[in-house]
């Protein structure tokens, strides 16, 4: 009701002057819209390079700024109001520290950004003790062969240290001034961290979001349209969604869904095979930890 009033007293107040001053503006842009214009120079071709000069610098930064992501470093996928960002997990051992175990968190994280941490800590060593005690079964068992049968011409490496129960550990979210929240990073700081324990980087053009349970299990997020266009805007070809956002992308317009391969995920054992099992390097481990017992209980996920 105030708007309108408002504008009523506006145009009454203005009388007849307000409205040949809109006239006036109006039949001005219609001469000029008339006027030909020539040119008789040499075409003007308007590329990557000279687009600065004619639009004026680019209105976002780039989010992406690892071209490859190194071991214990995953691309993760945020909400914002200008239409969503790419952030990146970085994790590190601390060396030196007689914290064993333990985990620092930074990057002005909220409080359910720190507790998604805690959780994806303690669901990470957990994992990585379960892929060490398979990898090692599996060590044994081809070391001593049966009676007539052919021993392997190469052992498999022996498993590594599990560093994320040994030594103290560093989480960091780069873009310290940028206030971050909610619970959607949980399977990106588990991956980063098991990425980290195995020494191994996460396959390329990769980004991932989803809550992750202490069982493993992965949870729906928000935002989903806003995480697709920052995917887009970097370049990012492989998107790792909660299974319960699959009717949210197939909601989006083709467009938006274009360019993007989708992958819809329950459990981490998926997300794990995505990002981590991409080669030959430990898929027989996971492989076999994947058909291990129940998942239930936060010790045995």
């Known amino acids: 009701g105030d708007g309108p009033q408002r504008g009523d007293g506006a145009a009454s107040a203005g009388g007849g002057s307000g409205e040949a001053a809109v006239g006036g503006s109006a039949a001005n842009e219609g001469k000029a819209s008339a006027r030909t214009v020539s040119y008789s120079g040499a075409p003007v071709v308007v590329d990557r390079d000279v687009l600065k000069e004619f639009c004026g610098p680019a209105p976002f ?21 200008m239409g969503g960002a790419t952030l990146y997990v970085e994790a590190a051992q601390v060396q030196g520290s007689e914290s064993k175990g333990s985990m620092v968190t930074t990057g002005q994280l909220g409080d359910v950004f720190r507790e998604s941490a805690s959780i994806a800590h303690t669901f990470a060593r957990s994992y990585l003790s379960r892929l060490l005690d398979t990898a090692t079964a599996m060590s044994s068992s081809t070391s001593s062969p049966a009676s007539g049968e052919l021993a392997p011409t190469s052992a498999p490496p022996p498993p590594p240290p599990n560093v994320l129960s040994g030594r103290a550990l560093h989480v960091h979210v780069p873009a310290g001034a940028t206030p971050k929240d909610g619970p959607s990073a949980g399977i990106t700081i588990a991956t980063a961290l098991l990425s980290l324990a195995l020494n191994k980087p996460v396959a390329p053009d990769l980004a991932m979001t989803g809550e992750v349970t202490l069982t493993g299990r992965v949870l729906p997020i928000g935002g989903v349209k806003e995480k697709v266009l920052a995917a887009k805007r ?20 083709e467009k938006l869904r274009t360019s993007v391969d989708p992958h819809f995920v329950s459990h981490f054992d998926e997300v794990f095979k995505l990002a981590l099992e991409y080669d030959s390097v430990v898929s027989g481990a996971a492989a076999a930890a994947a058909a291990a017992p129940p998942r239930g209980g936060g010790s045995n996920a």
């Open 234 to 253: 970097s370049g990012v070809k492989t998107v790792i969604f909660p299974e319960a956002n699959r009717r949210d992308f197939d909601e989006l317009s």
């Open 61 to 81: 930064a780039k989010d992406r700024f690892y071209e490859t992501t190194p071991p214990g470093v995953v691309m993760g996928l945020a909400w914002t109001s």
